[in-house]
């Protein structure tokens, strides 16, 4: 079974762009969460969507966003990217809701804000 | 302080034991975690304990759980260089209407000495 992939997997803008990540869950998954890694704050949850629904969402601006497809194929958007944006965000499937279930992560996609 | 909560440094010696500890703040954690990151990977499930439990065991990991003082340890025997990495503990937080997010501490970042 192939794992999670996430595309691209470096990423360099600049200020006030904007970005669109994507995610490919573990087939059969029906969940998909993100988080943001960075040095200073660590991993900090941003959402989770289950069956095309947002179903929890992080503590993070409204500039970040995110969607779910019906064949559970996710992506993230941050618009008016900021320096403080530049992190790893990794995006992790599991079979039902998470934090009930076992999550898989991807290898994250490293995004650089110049 | 912070929700999960780690030291942020451990270094010992092949063939010795290593000790992660961790504390969480939140008594509603019913699945409590151990992930590793290798550098430039994204997060690998180690094992998970549920909360009713106190310990487990799976080959070289053992999870000592203390739900009285919400204290988790990860406890790796004979560690190998290959150990060498971060580790996170989680937990699943309740956020609300049937639904939980994982909470990350900071991470320890295991040091071996050959």
């Known amino acids: 079974k192939a794992g999670v992939t996430q595309t691209p997997r470096y990423l360099i803008k600049t200020r006030g762009q904007q970005v669109t990540l994507s995610c490919s869950p573990i087939s059969g998954h029906r969940s998909v969460s993100w988080y943001q890694q960075t040095p200073g704050q660590g991993l900090q949850f941003l959402f989770e969507?289950?069956?095309?629904?947002?179903?929890n969402k992080g503590n993070f601006p409204g500039r970040f966003s995110g969607r779910q497809f019906s064949n559970s194929r996710s992506e993230m958007n941050v618009s008016t990217l900021e320096l403080g944006d530049s992190a790893l965000y990794l995006c992790?499937?599991?079979?039902?809701?998470?934090?009930?279930?076992?999550?898989?992560f991807g290898p994250g996609t490293r995004l650089t804000v110049l | 302080g912070e929700d999960v909560e780690q030291s942020l440094f451990l270094s010992v010696r092949e063939g010795d034991s290593s000790v992660i500890n961790c504390t969480y703040t939140?008594?509603?954690?019913?699945?409590l975690y151990w992930y590793k990151q290798e550098p430039g990977a994204g997060l690998q499930l180690l094992t998970y304990i549920f909360s009713n439990m106190d310990m487990k065991q799976d080959q070289r990991l053992t999870v000592l759980l203390n739900k009285k003082d919400k204290h988790l340890s990860l406890r790796i025997a004979d560690t190998q260089t290959g150990d060498s990495a971060i580790y996170f503990c989680?937990?699943?937080?309740?956020?609300?209407?049937?639904?939980?997010?994982?909470?990350f501490g900071k991470g320890t970042k295991l040091s071996v000495i050959p």
């Open positions: 989680a937990t699943n937080r309740y956020s609300g209407a049937g639904s939980y997010q994982l909470t």
């Open positions: 939140d008594s509603s954690s019913t699945y």
């Open positions: 992790a499937s599991s079979l039902g809701a998470s934090g009930e279930n076992e999550q898989f």
């Open positions: 969507y289950f069956s095309e629904t947002q179903r």
